[in-house]
Nanobody, 123 residues
Framework: QVQLVESGGGLVQAGGSLRLSCAAS????????MGWFRQAPGKERDFVAA????????YYADSVKGRFIISRDNAKNTVYLQMNSLKPEDTAVYYC????????????????WGQGTQVTVSS
């Protein structure tokens, strides 16, 4: 069992940066692939980024490639999402997810999800 708690959301102007954190509790964090998803009002939840258990492989949605960076610190049981050059269309609730494989995380079928953190980008 893994519990996930996101933090770091907030209001930022377009062009600014935010760093989201997802703290995990429970055993074997380092064995899980991790990911970030987002859901804007009235829209489906979309994949943003994922990272494998070691941090050696990362994956990004085309819409954030080159602007967002996912990373993890297994010693701190935490995964991060550094968001740069933010745009108003990045406004959404951002969710952290954990799963047994990167492919499962990217597919959105992770068994573990956080409660979400709101990111609002003003124009």
């Amino acid at each position: 069992q893994v519990q996930l708690v996101e933090s770091g959301g907030g209001l930022v102007q377009a062009g600014g940066s935010l760093r989201l954190s997802c703290a995990a509790s429970g055993r074997s964090f380092s064995s899980y692939a991790m990911g970030w998803f987002r859901q804007a009002p009235g829209k489906e939840r979309d994949f943003v980024a994922a990272i494998n258990w070691s941090g050696g492989a990362t994956y990004y949605a085309d819409s954030v490639k080159g602007r967002f960076i996912i990373s993890r610190d297994n010693a701190k049981n935490t995964v991060y999402l550094q968001m740069n050059s933010l745009k108003p269309e990045d406004t959404a609730v951002y969710y952290c997810a954990a799963g047994e494989s990167s492919s499962r995380v990217r597919a959105g079928s992770s068994p573990y999800w956080g409660q979400g953190t709101q990111v609002t980008v003003s124009s």
